[in-house]
């Protein structure tokens, strides 16, 4: 499909199967996402304020796969839903000094993102980030299903409080040193709320220090610590 701004009419298009979108930029065609379907994204992501053009839609499922990208992208969610899962598969970053990471929100989003199944980063040429860096907004990622990072999973705050909400279990199986971590200039500003029902996991590599986040249990979840990882009150949790 060569896309050149004639589909930007809601549901011009309906996906069945995939979609691939091998754009730098867009616009992607503003579709019905039906079930099962997937918004397979491989062009090299762009680093445009506002994201992909019409990236702002509720998709099923979604993968991104860019081994041309260079430097930080932005996909541009801004309030949406994923009802299926969410894999970054490569962000051409092999060094997992997260460089060229994906955020997931434009710079402007302020509306929550909303997550129905897994999240699944699942190479280590893979970095993806919740927010982008803006010293203006808090940007937040809704998890319902679990968390699988085999590369760099990134709050990316600078500045702000950018908020992760799991309701699943965490694995962090990356030991680099940037595999798992904020990025505020205040300290412990980034936060990972466990909100689930029953039993909640965190596990991580035994080398894998956790800088610069902040744990919050609520009300209703217990979370499982393997023996490897010890978390400290700060003495500054929110109520």
């Given at each position: 499909?060569?896309?050149?701004?004639?589909?930007?009419?809601?549901?011009?298009?309906?996906?069945?199967?995939?979609?691939e979108?091998?754009?730098?930029t867009?616009?992607?065609?503003?579709?019905?996402?039906?079930?099962?379907?997937?918004?397979?994204?491989?062009?090299?992501?762009t680093?445009?304020?506002?994201?992909?053009?019409?990236?702002?839609?509720?998709?099923?499922?979604?993968?991104?796969?860019?081994?041309?990208?260079?430097?930080?992208?932005?996909?541009?969610?801004?309030?949406?839903?994923?009802?299926?899962?969410?894999?970054?598969?490569?962000?051409?970053?092999?060094?997992?000094?997260?460089?060229?990471?994906?955020?997931?929100?434009?710079?402007?989003?302020?509306?929550?993102?909303?997550?129905?199944?897994?999240?699944?980063?699942?190479?280590?040429?893979?970095?993806?980030?919740?927010g982008?860096?803006?010293?203006?907004?808090?940007?937040?990622?809704?998890?319902?299903?679990?968390?699988?990072?085999?590369?760099?999973?990134?709050?990316?705050?600078?500045?702000?409080?950018?908020?992760?909400?799991?309701?699943?279990?965490?694995?962090?199986?990356?030991?680099?040193?940037?595999?798992?971590r904020?990025?505020?200039?205040?300290?412990?500003?980034?936060?990972?709320f466990?909100?689930?029902?029953?039993?909640?996991?965190?596990?991580?590599?035994?080398?894998?220090?956790?800088?610069?986040?902040?744990?919050?249990?609520?009300?209703?979840?217990?979370?499982?610590?393997?023996?490897?990882?010890?978390?400290?009150?700060?003495?500054?949790?929110?109520?």
């Amino acid at each position: 499909l060569v896309n050149t701004g004639g589909l930007t009419t809601v549901d011009t298009a309906v996906v069945n199967g995939t979609y691939e979108h091998n754009a730098t930029t867009g616009p992607m065609p503003l579709a019905k996402w039906n079930t099962g379907s997937l918004c397979l994204v491989t062009g090299s992501v762009t680093t445009a304020a506002a994201g992909i053009l019409n990236g702002s839609q509720d998709f099923f499922n979604y993968k991104v796969d860019c081994t041309g990208q260079v430097g930080a992208g932005r996909l541009g969610f801004n309030g949406n839903t994923i009802a299926g899962n969410l894999i970054i598969h490569n962000t051409n970053d092999p060094t997992g000094a997260a460089d060229n990471f994906v955020a997931l929100a434009p710079k402007s989003g302020t509306v929550p993102i909303v997550l129905l199944g897994d999240l699944l980063i699942d190479s280590t040429a893979a970095d993806m980030s919740i927010g982008t860096g803006s010293t203006v907004i808090s940007q937040t990622l809704i998890v319902h299903g679990n968390i699988t990072s085999k590369g760099v999973l990134y709050l990316n705050g600078s500045g702000v409080s950018n908020k992760l909400f799991a309701y699943g279990g965490i694995a962090i199986e990356n030991s680099g040193a940037n595999s798992f971590r904020g990025h505020s200039s205040a300290p412990n500003a980034d936060t990972v709320f466990f909100v689930g029902s029953g039993t909640q996991s965190l596990t991580k590599p035994v080398s894998l220090t956790l800088d610069n986040l902040q744990f919050v249990v609520r009300g209703g979840s217990t979370l499982l610590l393997d023996d490897t990882t010890e978390i400290k009150d700060s003495g500054s949790l929110p109520g």
